[in-house]
């Protein structure tokens, strides 16, 4: 029997990100629950969010995203040999989303799969892409974060119709070669936890998301902070070389409460909330294609990424950046 | 050895400060965290996280639901630091 060799080790490509067109601005919201402009801000750090519209799927996001990065890493869609798409809203249960968005973008039969790891879920499936480039079952690989969490809010419910979004973000995972040590892909610190699995949930199928706010918080600001250091020392990269930092945006406040206590004074820290909402899975590419298009970070930067959410399901890593 | 009630209320002030940003002189045991100190659920979790590190007394969310006042928490630390 034969075993496979992979690459060396595997780096990000491209990124690439996709928010559907309609803004929906706080004081929108306020004219239909009872809220306001300065509760949102002070409490989430919100000013606006993109919602899909009616007919938009998370397939059709994750094809803009992932055609946005394919194109930016230099490949053909030929190239690709694994779609991953992280979602926790995929609009039906089968057929995955992997395979409609690979089959949309021209790939041949790649290996396709959808991971749900819900906020998490873009740093798990990056994970596997590395994992899957250096196993060798894979060359090429496609990581996408795409979510409609629209279609899963109660629009009534004040606590959660402020703060979820819809959008999408890519990454193309590829080789790298040993010769590039610089270059690449970290090693991923993840965990979860089940004993919170009713503080963010959706109870059944007729439900909408909920989710205890104070508690999420909590474990938020005080269980994360350690897991991105670790990460930081796996990858042996010192917080002070790092130059961003890319949490989930879940909610401004945890971003800068995180942000103040893993080390990194220097670093700049994502906050695309402000204007692109809680996306969940795709938070974090999303936030990381708009910084590079917007010229704030360069090729070879050290970006630290951590995922959470529910499950509750957590997964950090730092990667060098295209 | 437990705390005197102005100990703890000395080292919440500065903890109060450090989150909410609200001057040490403003804390005062009759002072509600909401409605006199502007002070919302989500750093009401900062403070109790804080005053953990402090003083040793967990806050779980459940209990500081019904801490209302400066007072409030002083005692729930001063019972909780005695009975440790």
Redesign the interface.
């Known amino acids: 029997m034969r075993t496979h060799q992979g690459s060396a080790g595997a780096r990000v490509l491209a990124f690439g990100g996709y928010q559907p067109a309609r803004v929906v601005t706080n004081d929108e919201l306020a004219a239909s629950v009872e809220t306001s402009d300065e509760w949102i801000r002070?409490?989430v750090g919100i000013a606006s969010r993109r919602l899909a519209g009616p007919d938009e799927t998370v397939a059709d996001m994750a094809v803009a995203a992932a055609g946005k990065a394919l194109a930016g890493s230099g490949l053909s869609p030929a190239d690709i040999d694994l779609v991953i798409v992280a979602t926790c809203t995929p609009e039906v249960m089968i057929p995955n989303t992997a395979a409609i968005v690979a089959r949309r973008l021209g790939i041949g039969a790649p290996g396709a799969y959808d991971l749900n790891a819900a906020c998490a879920g873009f740093c798990y499936a990056l994970a596997a892409a590395n994992d899957a480039v250096r196993a060798g079952s894979a060359r090429h690989v496609l990581v996408i974060g795409a979510e409609k969490l629209s279609q899963w809010v109660d629009w009534t419910d004040r606590s959660t119709c402020i703060i979820f979004a819809d959008g999408a973000g890519a990454a193309v995972v590829g080789p790298a070669e040993a010769e590039e040590p610089e270059a690449g892909i970290g090693p991923v610190v993840w965990g979860s936890d089940g004993d919170m699995a009713d503080k963010i949930c959706i109870k059944d199928r007729n439900s909408f998301i909920f989710q205890?706010?104070?508690?999420v918080?909590?474990w938020a600001?005080?269980a994360l902070h350690p897991i991105a250091k670790q990460a930081c020392a796996e990858a042996g990269v010192d917080p002070t070389e790092l130059a961003v930092f890319v949490p989930h945006q879940a909610n401004l406040?945890i971003i800068e409460?995180l942000a103040r206590k893993i080390g990194a004074p220097q670093a700049k820290v994502a906050s695309d909330i402000v204007t692109a909402g809680n996306t969940s899975s795709a938070s974090i590419p999303l936030a990381l294609s708009r910084m590079i298009e917007r010229g704030e970070l360069g090729s070879g930067d050290k970006a630290l990424l951590i995922g959470f959410g529910a499950g509750v399901c957590y997964a950090a890593q730092v990667i060098t950046l295209p | 050895m437990a705390m005197t009630q102005q100990e703890i209320l000395a080292g919440l002030s500065e903890i109060i400060d450090e989150i909410a940003g609200v001057p040490a002189d403003e804390v005062t045991p009759e002072k509600t965290f909401v409605d006199d100190l502007d002070i919302d659920s989500l750093s009401m979790v900062e403070i109790a996280v804080a005053a953990q590190d402090k003083f040793g007394v967990e806050i779980p969310d459940d209990q500081l639901k019904d801490l209302k006042t400066v007072q409030d928490v002083v005692d729930y630390v001063g019972r909780a630091s005695v009975s440790a």
């Open positions: 002070s409490r205890e706010g104070q508690a918080f909590r600001t005080t406040r409460a």
